[in-house]
C-alpha cells in the first residue's frame, strides 16, 4: 500500500463533494449519562461518555503544552504555521509514530485485543496489523468484538482478564465504566493501552491506563483545512458532526473549526447528523446547504457522511470542497469523481502493529511515551490513484 502524501498540493480545483456507526452505542451513553442527544456545535460534554472529549476553549490553548511526557511541545505558534505549504504544528505535532523494537524478546505472551466494531473496515485493518506483530512477538492475541456496546465492552474486559492475559488494548466507550475493571486490572499488574481516547494530548488518560495511541484527529483536521485554503482562500466553510456525545468525534468537529479559521477561512456553523447512517447524513447536508447557501467548503466527520453530502451538492448543483476522513474506497471513488475534495488517512495496520509493540514493552516494564499517534495523511485528486483505499 502506498501512502498518500500530506503535503503535496493540488493544482486543480476539485468541484462538490470514522468515524463508526454508533447508534447501539449511543443509547446506551444516552442511558448512562441520564441526558439525549448532544450537538457537537453546541454541546457542554456534559455526560460520563464526553468526560474525555477537550472542550473548544481547552483545544485552543493546548498548543503550548507538552507533546509527550517529558518532552516540550515546539513553541506553538500556529499563526505561522497556518499558511500556505506550512507544515502542521499542532499539539499532536512531536508525538511519536512508533516504538523502538522491544529489549525483551523471546518470550512468549498472552495479550487481549478488544476491538471496538470489527465491521469497521478500518478497524478490521487495525486489528489485522495487531495479530501481526503478536505473531512476530511470539504472543497469542486472544482478539475480541465489543460491537459498540458499552456492556459488551465491559464483559470482554472481564473475559479477558478471566483468561489471565498479561496486558490489554481497548478503545474505552466510557472510560468511567470501565473504571472498575481497569482497577482490577492495575491491581494484579496488568497494563492497560487505550486506543484513541482521550482524543485530546491535552486530556490525562483515565486512572488505571498505562498509554495511548491516538488516531491524529488534529492533525487530520489541519490538513484538510490546509488544501482547503489552497484551493479557495478565504472560502465560507461549514462543518458536519455526529449529535451524539462521542468524545473523539466531538473533539474531532471543534478541530475542523478551529483550524479552518486559522487557515483563513470563514466559518458559518454546524449542522449534524442525527444518526451515523447516509440517509441521516443526506438529511443534514441538505439541511445545511438551505441554512447556509453561500457554504463552499464542508468538513464531514467520517467519509460515509462526506460522500453522503457530495451527492446532495451535486443533485444541488452546488459547487463545494468536501472533505471527509478514513480512506475508505467510496470516498476515494468521489474524490477521484470530483464530488468530493479529500479524506484523510490514517495508517490502520502499524497503529495495530504499534498498539501491541508498544503492550508487550509495557508487560516487560521498559517505558513507554505516555501518548503516541497513528501516521496519517490526505487524499486528494492528485495522489488518489497512487493509494490502496481501505475496505
Not at 474486559?157 to 474505552?172: D, S
Not at 449529535?243 to 449534524?272: C, H, M, N
Request: one cysteine or more; aromatic letters at 6%; proline letters at 6%.
Amino acid at each position: 500500500m502506498m501512502k498518500p502524501k500530506g503535503n503535496r498540493r493540488s493544482r486543480a480545483r476539485t468541484g462538490g463533494t470514522v468515524l463508526f456507526g454508533l447508534l447501539s452505542v449511543v443509547v446506551l451513553l444516552a442511558l448512562l449519562a441520564g441526558c439525549g442527544s448532544s450537538s457537537s456545535s453546541s454541546s457542554s460534554a456534559s455526560t460520563e461518555a464526553s468526560e474525555s472529549a477537550e472542550t473548544t476553549e481547552s483545544a485552543e490553548t493546548s498548543e503550548g503544552a507538552e507533546a509527550e511526557e517529558g518532552e516540550e511541545a515546539p513553541a506553538a505558534d500556529e499563526e505561522e504555521g497556518a499558511g500556505e505549504g506550512k507544515p502542521y504544528n499542532g499539539p499532536e505535532a512531536k508525538l511519536p509514530t512508533s516504538y523502538e523494537p522491544p529489549e525483551a524478546t523471546g518470550g512468549k505472551c498472552v495479550l487481549g485485543y478488544q476491538n471496538i466494531y470489527g465491521a469497521i473496515p478500518g478497524l478490521k485493518v487495525q486489528q489485522e496489523g495487531a495479530e501481526k506483530e503478536a505473531s512476530n512477538l511470539g504472543c497469542k492475541l486472544i482478539a475480541l468484538d465489543d460491537q459498540l456496546n458499552l456492556t459488551t465492552q465491559v464483559n470482554n474486559f472481564n473475559q479477558l482478564l478471566a483468561q489471565n492475559v498479561e496486558g490489554i488494548v481497548v478503545f474505552p466507550l466510557v472510560p468511567k465504566a470501565l473504571g472498575p475493571s481497569v482497577a482490577q486490572a492495575s491491581s494484579r499488574g496488568i497494563p492497560v493501552m487505550s486506543n484513541s481516547t482521550p482524543p485530546a494530548v491535552t486530556e490525562p488518560l483515565p486512572k488505571g491506563f498505562a498509554a495511548r495511541i491516538l488516531q491524529g484527529f488534529d492533525e487530520i483536521a489541519f490538513l484538510r483545512a490546509r488544501y482547503v485554503a489552497e484551493q479557495n482562500p478565504g472560502a465560507k466553510f461549514a462543518t458536519m458532526g455526529l449529535a451524539q456525545p462521542v468524545a473523539s468525534l466531538v473533539y474531532f468537529t471543534e478541530r475542523a473549526k478551529y483550524w479552518g479559521e486559522k487557515f483563513g477561512l470563514e466559518y458559518e456553523g454546524d449542522i449534524d447528523a442525527q444518526e451515523d447512517n447516509p440517509g441521516s447524513a443526506s438529511n443534514a447536508a441538505s439541511a445545511l446547504f438551505s441554512k447556509y447557501p453561500e457554504t463552499e467548503a464542508l468538513f464531514a466527520y467520517n467519509d460515509n457522511s462526506a460522500v453522503a453530502a457530495g451527492a446532495v451538492a451535486k443533485a444541488s448543483g452546488k459547487e463545494v470542497e468536501i472533505c471527509g476522513n478514513n480512506g475508505q474506497s467510496a470516498a476515494v471513488n468521489a474524490i477521484e469523481n470530483g464530488t468530493m475534495a479529500c479524506t484523510g488517512y490514517t495508517n490502520f495496520e502499524p497503529m495495530g502493529e504499534q498498539l501491541v509493540r508498544g503492550l508487550y514493552r509495557l508487560i516487560h516494564g521498559e517505558e513507554l511515551p505516555e501518548t503516541a499517534k497513528a501516521e496519517v495523511s490526505l487524499i486528494t485528486k492528485e495522489n488518489a490513484s497512487e493509494i490502496t483505499p481501505i475496505g
